[in-house]
Every structure is written in C-alpha cells, then in structure tokens.
C-alpha cells in the first residue's frame, strides 16, 4: 500500500456497507450520501460490467433483487440500467431512485474525505474487463490514495495490481468458502488489507494479517456489543450497514483508551 493512502491510518475506520444500507436501499447514492451524515469514514460498494463496458453499482449478478428490471447485468447497456429504478424495494419514498453508475459516485465524492472500497465482483466472468475500467475510473477522478480495490477474485486483484501498483487491495474471504479456495486465494492474491467475514475474526486471525504486514477489516458487522468486541480485537475497519453504531462504539472506545 503506498504510505500515502488516506487507508493507512492508525484508528479504526467506519466503513458503510452498500451506504447506510439499514436506512437506505443498497448501493444507491441515498444510501452513500447517508452513510457520509452519520459520519462514515468512507463507503463499501459492489460493481459489476454493463454490455457496453461500463461498471455499473450492483452486487448481483442479476438486477432482479434490487431494481425494477430483470435479467442479467451483464446483457444490459448503462443506458438500459439508467431507465430502472433502484429504491422501492426498500420503500415508497425510494422510489424512483436510480442505479448509479460507479462514475457518478467518484463524481459525487470526489471532492470530499470519502473513502471508497470497490468490491471488483467480476466472479461470474473473472477475466473480463471490469478491474480495467475501475482503475481508469480511479484515475480519471483521480482518487488513487482515496480507494481500497477489494474482490474474492485473485485474478481481479493481480490484474489490479499490475496496472496500478499504488493502489491499496483487499482479499474478501468468508467461512464458507471451501479450506483449498481460501487458501489459494490467499496464496495468489496481491493485497494490503484482509477484508475478513466476521465470522472469521478472531485475536490469531488480527494478529496474522498484521504479522505479515497487513491491516484486518471485518465485513458486515451491525451490533454495538461485537463491533466493541472487534475494536479490542485491534482490527483496522468495521464494514456495517449501520455506520451511525459502529460510530458510536468506535469513538467511545478511542475516547477511553
């Protein structure tokens, strides 16, 4: 990681979880603008590739969960995704809130302290383009020392790293993925941070990652008693779709230590 990452700071970072996603419909720039109120230090979210190749904030691989529309995303345009709506799922005064392209959310922060953590989740097509244009996104906005490029996919990751070496990487790792999976990716990936499940976290699993000189967040964490739990832990970011929480716990903590 480049020692000039606005990542590599030494208190605990508050990470929003597809935004205020308690409070606001996932990976929607409501739920980015709202995790920024409640005081996140930045936001978590997912992208995948467009028809045209554009990287559009979505975390599955169909738009059927979340939007207005069906099918995969990968069989739509940008222009086909912008007509959809992304917020009456989670509510009536969501709707018409549409699917931000990952351009409109550099647009939208790129001015401000917001970090960023991209989840590269090309795993249905783990060669394509998709790290290509995140990181001449990253670039254009110029937000290289802002964004964490995180993935389950060592392939997205290596890519990464080769084409933008200073930019800060994070392994994604869950429990249950298979021992040998794990252990590959771990193997093969270039990374700065371990990006861990919370189910993972334990005081070994903190003090390897910083043994071999990386940083350990845990991902996705929403109650006050386990985010206090962590922070003792000594893990370096919390990712929770309750940010206005984990805020509270964090800065209490700091306030007693």
């Known amino acids: 990681m480049d020692p000039l990452s606005e990542w590599n700071v030494s208190r605990v970072l508050v990470i929003g979880h597809r935004g205020a996603s308690l409070r606001a419909p996932e990976n929607t720039l409501a739920a980015f603008r709202l995790a920024a109120s409640l005081a996140a230090d930045g936001i978590e979210l997912d992208t995948k590739l467009t028809a045209d190749s554009e990287a559009i904030v979505m975390h599955d691989q169909t738009i059927d969960r979340t939007t207005s529309g069906k099918g995969w995303v990968r069989d739509h ?68 020392r802002r964004v964490l490029i995180s993935s389950f996919n ?6 990464t790293r080769n084409q933008a070496p200073g930019l800060a990487l994070a392994l994604l ?4 993925e298979p021992g040998w999976q794990r252990f590959l990716s771990s193997a093969l990936s270039p990374r700065d941070t371990d990006n861990l499940n919370d189910a993972m976290i334990r005081p070994e699993a903190v003090a390897r990652s910083h043994h071999a000189g990386r940083r350990c967040m845990a991902w996705t964490v929403n109650e006050a008693a386990r985010i206090h739990e962590l922070v003792l832990m000594g893990v370096d970011g919390i990712i ?5 929480v984990a805020r509270q716990v964090v800065d209490g903590a700091a306030r007693k230590s």
């Open 77 to 144: 345009t940008l222009a086909d995704l912008k007509r959809l709506e992304a917020g009456s799922h989670f509510g009536p005064e969501f709707a018409g809130e549409p699917i931000p392209s990952l351009e409109e959310v550099f647009q939208e922060f790129a001015d401000s302290p917001m970090l960023i953590d991209v989840e590269v989740g090309n795993y249905a097509s783990p060669q394509d383009r998709l790290p290509d244009r995140v990181v001449e996104l990253v670039r254009q906005y110029g937000l290289d």
């Open 154 to 159: 060592p392939i997205a990751l290596r890519r």
């Open 173 to 176: 790792l869950m429990p249950r």
């Open 240 to 244: 929770t779709d309750a940010p206005d």
